[in-house]
């Protein structure tokens, strides 16, 4: 087992249990300004009044002097603070934000990865020190989906394909991995956390259903391991005029009589949410991150409740990973959120991108395409007071490289041949309007929306499927269809040569990006 400290004070693994079943005693403490940032309550060194402090479930504010005291489970519980706006908190060698105490005075259960040691009786006092910050209303997060690695190898991919070019990546504000940071080999964390800590900012984590300890036989057992090492898998903090929600939708074992996990939200988890937003003003924005997205298999009903406590809010955001796909989803009134403003929801690409599948490059790297067609790679979350816009950056490409293209090389002139051009937007959605002209002198037309299988990765596993010998690397998942894929048929009536095709893409952002495809037309043989 391993041990965990802060502020001097040995913490440990919560394991979240009937709350209100169980014994309790206070936590109690100071938050408070750490001018020398020695992580100490010093003489002369002030609390901060009316911050945040959780339990997991209640919320509590401090008072003028920055003092606050919380129930706690005696035998098992955890607090936190909420930071506040203009603050940050303190973090380790590994750049884990450091603002909780786990408390578990028997220590982990006896699972395959361990937490912590005992931590003993409750301290008397549990003080949480904030920094000041230089980021305001404006600044940018960095997102990551799924490293998964699969082998021990798959580490090496992610640390030279996606943290290689963030080193020292300072004009972020903070990064949030959305879970699946490893592959249930838990022993990893460490691994991944050392190649993260490279980027040089505070990183958060979500809790992926790969990160769980599969040999648990209940739910608040399964994180043990996770808690361990990142904190509570479910918390939030303020950061400019955003509010951020961490929540754990893996629920395990299930409930309903199913094998394994399934996506949704604990009763203890909504009404945390409650207790929550109860101290954030309706003018901000409120960015939900999670593992599990809150479509397909996932359960409606707590999908309602987590929008009729966000419904109350008109700027709002969620995010996701899990399905190894990008995409954008658009919740209405028909499927229960109850604004007129469609709540937006963000299925984030993964840095692992199809689980690191295909031919290896020439640095020995696969390009892992996912299967909707979009490359390996993250999102960079771009904020400015109460609204945001999104990038995302394919790994090992130019930063403007936004879209992908697919069609002939060459046509017969004036053949009838209906060969199609392809453009695939990775961050395109139906609000996205892709356009087209020819050799810039045409008006711009509209390209069609289809939702099908993006034809390079169509291409791709003929290849595979087909070669004679077996390929180096790990076959690539099959092609799902993409909801950012737009096509036309070229044109075969233009003059003899090369022919540029230009396109223009409008985003959900009225963000406008170009690009340009040349094909050649020439003399049909015969």
Known sequence: MRLQRFLGITVCILCVGFFSLQAQETASGTVFLDQNNNGVLDAGEEGIPDVPVSNGRQVVTTDELGKYSIKINKNEGKVFVIKPAGYQVPTDEQNHPKFYYLHKPKGSPDLKYQGVEPTGKLPEAINFPLLKTTFGKRFKALIFGDPQPEQKKELGYFDRDIVSELHNATEYAFGITLGDMVDERLDWFSNYSKSVAKIGIPWFHVYGNNDMNMEAESD???????????????????????????????????????????????????????????????????????????????????????????????HTLSISAHTHEQQFRFFDESQGWDRLKPHIHYNVGTTSGSWWTGV??????????????????????????????????AANKSADYKMSMWGPEVVAKASGISAQLYVNYFLGSKLTDVEYRYNGLDDWRYMRRVEQADPHLTTVMAKWDMAEKVLEGKRPINPSESTHLWTMFLPTHLPLGKQTIQIRVTDMFGRTFTDEFTYEVVKPKQ
Do not use: C, W
């Not at 955003?242 to 074992?253: K, T, V």
């Not at 490059?361 to 771009?382: E, H, Q, S, V």
């Open 360 to 393: 290896p490059d020439n640095r020995g790297i696969p390009p892992a395409t996912m299967r909707d067609g979009t490359p390996n790679g993250y999102a960079t979350l771009n904020v400015d007071g109460n609204s945001f816009t999104i990038d995302y950056k």
């Open 220 to 314: 608040s057992a399964a994180d043990e391991t996770f808690e361990a090492t990142f904190g509570p898998a479910t918390y939030s903090f303020n950061k400019g005029n955003a509010h951020f929600i961490i929540l754990d939708d893996i629920i395990y074992p299930r409930k309903d009589g199913g094998s394994g996990y399934r996506g949704g939200f604990t009763d203890k988890q909504i009404e945390f949410l409650k207790n929550d937003l109860k101290h954030v003003s309706r003018d901000k924005l409120i960015v939900v991150a999670f593992h599990i997205p809150i479509f397909g298999s996932f359960p409606e009903e707590d999908r309602k409740r987590l929008f009729n406590i966000l419904d109350k809010y008109p």
